[in-house]
């Protein structure tokens, strides 16, 4: 048998193998990820209903700074011990991810504090 | 390893819950934002813990820069400022969700989803969902930005045929989503990122000003949206639950703010609302005269009032007057009247923007009510004083069914005995409707820039 023709074969089966494992994988985590979802859309529903209308810009404020988890995206991204365009993008979606988080925690902390009682 | 991992994340989740929970009360709120850092930190150092990730140098400097720029706006920012900082800081999450669908595009096996070019049709679309979303909230927040900060006119723009261009984009974008699941292409991948960026913009441009408040909540909503489909795409728990929370979150302000404002979330996101109204024509304004009075007059009607309602709008924010504001309702109190602050909902330019300025003024939060909680007292009260507040008082919400803002629920200002408007003119509000308590005859008008207008009434008070 010649080993050229055996190469494209092996890869052509490898890739085969590693598209079939990410598909069904992937099928698998839906599942799993759609139940996650709906239950915290329920749980996001109930506690935000409960949130006092006057805290509604920290409110805002906070889950912006919490939506910034999306980082943990950028930071896989950023992981590889290599410098190319796809760490690249991960780089800058943790420095702006960071901005946000730093930003976000900071003014909902400025806000929060001012809110006091009378002090009798 | 991937077992702690998944714990680590499902605890950092618990704690997102807790720093939303926390808001439910002033008193809890401070403790529920330390949470919300505890979580963030369990997240990424949990992240960094992976064996994939090695790049510790860069990835520090990436977040020593982001941290310090974050730090400094946060700690400059002035507290009238904050829906435009809210807005920008909508857009980085946008952007940072394009981002890290790009990279796991060009690099699938960093996140187990295939290898480049062959990536699970699944995860293309949970992928170009993730993207579009990024994509609209990063450029519909750079226009929310540029309109809250003036950058450009905070009218509507609109132009012929502009619901049905975007429509038309719209299914475009659907139709390059199909288009990179079938050929894995990265020119149509980017091509899906342009097209969402200018829906983006097309999508807010033609709102008003005064709908900003369900923009920035619907933003807020988007840019969950975008963490749950990147989420989704990463397999990643914890993106799923944040980003469903913040979803809903933003989805339920949307919906208050709607609904304070008596409009269709349909409605808003179709625009043109406000500015369009090139002066009220056959409004009851008129030949008809208003009664100005001075500072003077005010100071000495409220002297011998025994209960004021203060009622703040967009106008007090502008005019950085909440300190003044404040210090004259200290002198009232001193001469013995009851203070309060009666707040509506649509009040502002975000959720809450009232309640913030005035605690930043050292307003007890106490002394602060949500308009159903007050609007009964609004008729044993001797002096309503309206400062910068002008739609969220118009009678004709109730009277007119003509009226754009018909149906608005709205604070009875006019019950009071008295009803002070501090307004730098005649001009109507943001709705382009007269107000026809102006001309009331228990109606003051105190013409001016609001602040000025407090410190001259203080001033007259001492």
């Not at chain 1, 506690?47 to 980082?71: C, E, G, K, Q």
């Not at chain 2, 939303?20 to 979580?39: C, E, T, V």
């Not at chain 2, 995860?123 to 309109?147: Q, R």
Request: charge should be neutral; charged fraction near 10%.
């Amino acid at each position: 048998m010649n080993p050229h023709d055996l190469i494209p074969v092996q890869v052509a089966d490898a890739a085969s193998h590693v598209a079939e494992a990410a598909a069904g994988g992937h099928g698998a985590f839906f599942l799993t990820g759609l139940t996650v979802f709906v239950l915290a859309v329920f749980v996001g529903y109930h506690v935000v209903w409960r949130v006092t209308p006057a805290l509604h810009s920290p409110l805002m404020a906070v889950t912006n700074a919490v939506s910034s988890v999306i980082i943990v995206g950028a930071l896989i991204a950023a992981g590889p011990a290599k410098i190319d365009f796809s760490t690249g993008l991960g780089f800058v979606g943790v420095a702006l991810a960071s901005v946000n988080i730093f930003g976000g925690f900071i003014v909902t902390q400025r806000m929060l504090s001012m809110f006091k009682k009378k002090q009798k | 390893m991937e077992t702690i991992s998944t714990l680590a994340y499902l605890v950092a989740s618990v704690c997102f819950i807790l720093a939303l929970k926390g808001l439910s009360s002033p008193d809890a709120a401070q403790q529920g934002n330390r949470y919300g850092i505890i979580g963030m930190v369990i997240a990424i150092v949990t992240t960094l813990a992976l064996p994939s990730v090695q790049s510790y140098i860069p990835i520090v400097v990436a977040i020593a820069i982001g941290g310090v720029v974050g730090t400094f706006i946060a700690k400059k920012i002035q507290m009238t400022a904050l829906p435009q900082l809210v807005a920008a800081f909508h857009s980085l999450v946008g952007l940072a969700a394009v981002f890290v669908a790009a990279a796991a595009f060009y690099a699938p096996e960093s996140y187990g989803i295939g290898t480049p070019g062959n990536i699970a049709i699944g995860s293309l679309v949970e992928m170009s969902i993730g993207t579009a979303i990024g994509a609209i909230t990063f450029s519909g927040s750079v226009i929310a930005f540029a309109k809250l900060q003036a950058l450009i006119s905070g009218k509507p723009l609109v132009f012929p045929g502009q619901h049905l261009f975007n429509a038309a984009l719209g299914i475009l974008t659907i139709v390059l989503v199909v288009l990179l699941c079938t050929s894995n292409s990265a020119a149509v991948f980017w091509a899906i990122v342009i097209a969402s960026f200018a829906l983006g913009f097309l999508l807010i441009l033609p709102i008003g000003g005064a709908d900003m408040p369900v923009v920035i909540s619907m933003l807020n909503s988007y840019s969950g949206w975008a963490a749950c489909g990147i989420g989704f795409t990463l397999q990643n728990n914890l993106l799923i639950i944040t980003g469903a929370l913040v979803g809903s979150s933003g989805a339920i302000l949307s919906y208050i703010m709607c609904k304070a404002m008596n409009r269709s979330i349909f409605n808003v996101i179709l625009g043109g609302f406000g500015g369009e109204a090139a002066g009220p024509a056959g409004g009851p304004g008129g030949d008809r005269t208003v009664k100005a009075g001075s500072a003077d007059d005010a100071a000495f009607i409220m002297k011998n009032a025994a209960s004021v309602i203060i009622v703040p709008g967009y106008g007090m924010a502008v005019a950085q007057a909440q300190h003044a504001l404040r210090e004259m309702g200290d002198l009232l109190k001193k001469e013995g009247a009851t203070v309060r602050y009666a707040i509506h909902p649509g009040a502002g330019r975000m959720p809450g923007h009232m309640n913030v300025l005035l605690a930043e003024a050292n307003v007890s939060y106490d002394e602060v009510f949500e308009l159903d909680e007050i609007n009964r007292d609004f008729g044993q009260c001797d002096v309503a004083f309206v400062i910068g507040a002008n739609d969220v008082t118009n009678p004709a919400a109730k009277t007119d069914p003509a009226s754009p803002i018909y149906g608005m629920p709205i604070l009875d200002v006019e019950k009071a005995k008295t009803v002070f408007f501090v307004k730098r003119s005649m001009a109507s509000g943001y709705a382009g409707v007269d107000n026809e308590l102006f001309f009331r005859p228990n109606t003051m008008m105190l013409f001016g820039d609001a602040k000025k207008v407090c410190e001259e009434v203080c001033k007259a008070l001492e």
